[in-house]
């Protein structure tokens, strides 16, 4: 007999609420529950066990009763149980789940029986006890295929016909809806039964993924309609007619900052799941010899809960070491049922027919409008050139400019707070918090190359002859009045390229160039970041224009201003061809050019010899800046800026003899001011001649020069 314990509810006898989907499997349950009693029940009249150790135990009469059996016989012969047909009966208002598992997968009644009866142990673990009973062995708590057989197959001929639903061509194993364990010691009638995951999730009314797709998939509920998603009206309306059609494919191209998962939400918001899978391909990645696997359950989770489907990152896929992936990725996704999109910022060049949508960053006056409506819901009034200050200094989505200006109320709401203000809420932010909270919001990752900047210096700390300081000034203003020339002039109809601002400072080390940088960012409110192009030429052919080719793709979002140090790395004396190499390293410099051109934003290129630079690759920049080596004149104004206010500075320090008789850079004196400062510091707490002299003695020492204090 089987035994149930008191804390166990007996089987055929589960308790479940009639509003749940699974209510209306319970009649198939029942039907199970007794057939597994009739099933015990004759077990028990032919295998006595005495010994009271089922599973454990084999007795000379069973041993007997065991070898006059015909092979392949069925449990159920003649009138010793009641076989009345299959457990599911669709009459029943069986789980609708389970129907439309039948008709996606074309299954049969045995199919979805054998679903149930793996199914159980899934809903009620008394279904392990009475499986270990029945397959006289207290490990296997899952159904076998032979218990299987068992109870579903009234005829030798039947149970034959069945043993092929657990072959491999079978619906069950080719769609992965069960899996047979892996134990191949065992015979495949030997082997138990288990339900995939996701069949188990779907059946249960599970709202989650697999966990297999756990850390690269991500489960959405649309909370967003089309109409309230920041991109275009034509944009809209092309969408609205295209997801009438089913299982089309999208590509939402264009910068990682726009809107294109917003708009995905939205289109899944249209159907009635109003479910998104977002899958972002570059975790998947790390996962390549199971991404075959990954897809296939990705497919199958968006097809059991009519989701769309959103690929985020799917430009990590079209690279050349990647070619077998993407076709296979492109393969799996030619038969899927679901409507697909697809992100990324290159043309995907797929055999899959669809549709490219481009996403765009919003253009000057629809940055300005937003700023305008966000700062005016909040009860902010900042100037019309401040607007276009910000409009045009950050190319930022209209999601992304409410989320600075909330963020930027909070900061003055807090410093209001820290100065102990009465009311604090009604602080407005300034200027400075109105950049600060937009250059948050740009993207920062211009990897392992560029260095952010922090910004010291102000043009009172900038000691140039004032033709070149006008040059700077002229740069500030240029990037300040783009959206006038660009836009309401209509000279950027006239323009493919150069519509950003790039410059070339050149001079001699230590005459300002990168402090010049660190002004004009200081100025424009804008981050600097400085690339070492040192560091990014490669002696590997190709190298070089994919390293900075990722450096320009991640300053796109950035909003900011990038440094080129060290350009000689990359010109050199290679303007010459003498070689092979050397009309390689033009190809670099050229693609180097060009990638400026194409940047919108400020791009500066330093270098200690112009000369070195070929007069074709001058011409494509816009700027040219000279820093000379400074004359007495602009050393004694660099003498009275390097050292600090509090600085305490003794009278034998005259600053007109030190521009007359040290004859360095602004670079080297500043060096030299902070070493004397060390020096006094440890010697009388103030600065005087004598530190300055031996400050200057190690400066030349460090240059390869003699210095004497006679000198000074």
């Known amino acids: 007999m089987v035994r149930t314990s008191g804390s166990q509810p007996a089987i055929g006898r589960i308790d479940i609420d009639k509003e749940s989907s699974f209510y209306g499997l319970l009649p198939a349950f029942r039907r199970l529950a007794q057939r597994l009693k009739l099933l015990a029940e004759a077990r028990d009249a032919s295998e006595p066990d005495p010994n009271g ?78 499986f270990g009973y029945l397959q006289d062995d207290i490990t296997s708590k899952r159904p076998t295929v032979d218990l299987t057989l068992n109870l579903l197959c009234p005829s030798t001929r039947d149970r034959q016909i069945g043993l092929t639903h657990f072959l491999p061509d079978g619906p069950l194993i080719r769609h992965e809806l069960l899996q047979l364990d892996s134990d191949q010691k065992r015979s495949i009638l030997g082997r138990e039964l288990r339900l995939d995951e996701g069949i188990v999730n779907l059946l249960l009314g599970v709202n989650s993924l697999d966990s297999r797709l756990a850390g690269s998939c991500q489960l959405v509920e649309s909370t967003v309609s089309l109409p309230e998603v920041p991109i275009d009206s034509e944009l809209k309306r092309a969408l609205q007619v295209l997801t009438t059609q089913e299982d089309i494919r999208l590509h939402f191209r264009g910068p990682a900052s726009t809107a294109k998962r917003q708009t995905a939400e939205a289109l899944a918001g249209q159907t009635g799941s109003r479910l998104l899978i977002v899958v972002d391909i570059e975790q998947a990645l790390p996962v390549a010899p199971d991404f075959d696997q990954s897809l296939r359950l990705i497919l199958r989770e968006a097809r059991f809960r009519h989701a769309i489907l959103y690929f985020e990152n799917v430009d990590v896929l079209l690279s050349e070491e990647r070619a077998v992936t993407y076709r296979q990725f492109l393969k799996a996704l030619n038969g899927a049922a679901s409507t697909i999109v697809m992100s990324g910022e290159k043309p995907l060049g797929s055999s899959l027919r669809m549709y490219e949508v481009q996403f765009r960053v919003p253009d000057f006056t629809q940055r300005r409008n937003s700023w305008e409506a966000n700062l005016s819901r909040h009860n902010v009034k900042i100037d019309a050139e401040i607007l276009d200050s910000l409009a045009g200094s950050f190319r930022l989505t209209s999601s992304e400019i409410e989320t600075a200006v909330t963020a930027a109320i909070d900061r003055a709401h807090w410093r209001a707070a820290e100065q102990s203000v009465d009311d ?149 004396k290679r303007s010459e061809v003498k070689d092979a190499h050397d009309r390689y390293a033009n190809i670099e410099v050229s693609y180097l050019l060009q990638k ?99 400050a200057t003695r190690r400066e030349y020492q460090k240059l390869g020069q003699s210095w004497s204090d006679s000198d000074l």
């Not at 400074?630 to 050292?643: H, L, M, Q, T």
């Not at 004196?669 to 070493?675: E, Q, V, Y």
């Open 53 to 130: 150790f089922p599973g454990l135990t084999i007795t000379k009469s069973e041993l007997a009763r065991l070898l006059e059996r015909e092979p392949g016989e069925t449990a159920f012969t003649g009138d010793d149980v009641l076989f009345d047909g299959p457990l599911l009966d669709p009459s029943d208002n069986a789980n609708s789940e389970l129907m439309w598992l039948a008709r996606e997968y074309e299954l049969s009644t045995f199919d979805l029986d054998v679903i149930l009866l793996a199914l159980a142990t899934e809903l009620d673990l008394s279904y392990e006890r009475v």
């Open 596 to 694: 400026m051109e194409e940047y919108d934003g400020i791009a500066i290129l330093a270098t200690n010899f112009r000369k070195n630079i070929d007069e074709a690759f001058l011409r494509r920049l816009q700027v040219i800046i000279d820093f000379p080596f400074p004359d007495e004149d602009e050393r004694r104004r660099i003498w009275e800026v390097v050292f600090p206010r509090e600085a305490p500075i003794a009278a034998d320090v005259d600053f007109g003899v030190l521009a007359r008789t040290i004859r360095l850079a602004g670079g080297n004196l500043k060096n030299i001011a902070l070493a004397a400062a060390f020096f006094a510091a440890s010697d009388g707490g103030v600065i005087g001649k004598q530190h300055v002299a031996n």
């Open 424 to 572: 604090p809420l009604t602080a407005q932010p300034t200027l400075q918090d109105l950049f600060a909270s937009a250059r948050a919001r740009s993207s920062h990752n211009l990897g392992r190359f560029a260095r952010k900047m922090e910004l010291k210096y102000e043009w009172a700390d900038l000691v140039l002859p004032a033709d070149q300081l006008a040059q700077l000034g002229e740069i500030c203003s240029r990037y300040r009045n783009q959206h006038v020339v660009y836009g309401n002039w209509g000279f950027g109809r006239k323009l493919s390229l150069g519509r950003g601002l790039s410059a070339l400072f050149s001079g001699h080390p230590g005459t300002g160039k990168t402090m010049a940088a660190e002004v004009i960012a200081n100025q424009l409110l804008l981050d600097l970041y400085k690339i070492d192009l040192s560091q990014v030429v490669s002696k590997y052919i190709g190298e070089t224009e994919k390293s900075l080719n990722s450096i320009f793709q991640e300053a796109q979002a950035s909003n900011s201003i990038l440094f080129f140090d060290e350009a000689d790395a990359l010109f050199g």
